[in-house]
């Protein structure tokens, strides 16, 4: 490993933990990440229960979502009174630079100016129910997150000593099972290699990766067909979707 400050080390393993734009990917996969065409606009209520409770019983105690065509609202309760709340839409990478007509700002919108960002989330929503919209006004900073993944499934010959897992080696849509399996992800390579016979780390290694990469690349294939009925032309797809997945 090569460091910036000039120091060099070596390891008899390197792991790639190192997320969406890992720097250690490249050691074993030629790919990077491609945008999807769905941007998430993320802000946050704090202390909703008592500033505003009437959004507090909207989003309940676990999240709400609302489904239009091409776009939705999701809101997320955390710890402490704490909201997030995403503004879900299909666009252009560069649509804040020169938003097209569907989506409402009819100007370029500066990305760190949080009222012109709210003000372009509301004309994206315009028409929508207030308190809905309430998320929005009430929101405090914004922030732009374009969704990326990794081809699906996501696959690498195997190079003795080096690995990935999360998000380094299956950056997918943010619906409930990335951060889960990377978790799962650190503990298995963690007991593989506790456990591995003197001389046999690589060995250990290969069988993690082929484990990870085949459960990782059905999660992958999973909530990409996901995000494109979530963000659909057609809010019915959504909807049908969370029926599917209603256990029977």
Known sequence: ???????????????????????????????TPYYTGVTYVETSLDDIDHRHPDLARLVGDGSMAAYGANRALVAQRNSGGHVKVYAQFRAPLDWHENPPPHLGPATAVDLDDAEAVRSAMLALFDGWAEPL??????????????????????????????????????????LGVGANLAMLEGAELAEAVAAAAPGALDEA???????????????????MAGLDRLVSPDPADALALFDELQPS
Not at 208 to 221: H, I, L
């Open 205 to 223: 290694v290969r069988a993690f990766e082929e484990q990870m990469q085949a459960r990782a690349g059905k999660w992958a294939e999973m909530t």
């Open 133 to 174: 919209l309430d998320l929005l006004r009430h929101g405090t900073a914004f922030f732009h997150r374009p969704l990326h993944v990794l081809p699906a499934p996501h696959t690498w010959p195997h190079v003795p000593g080096v690995t990935l897992l999360g998000d380094a080696a299956h950056l997918m849509p943010p």
């Open 1 to 31: 490993m090569r460091f910036a400050d000039g120091r060099q080390e070596t390891f008899d393993l390197v792991v790639g933990a190192d997320g969406s734009w890992s720097r250690v990917r490249p050691a074993l996969s030629p790919a």
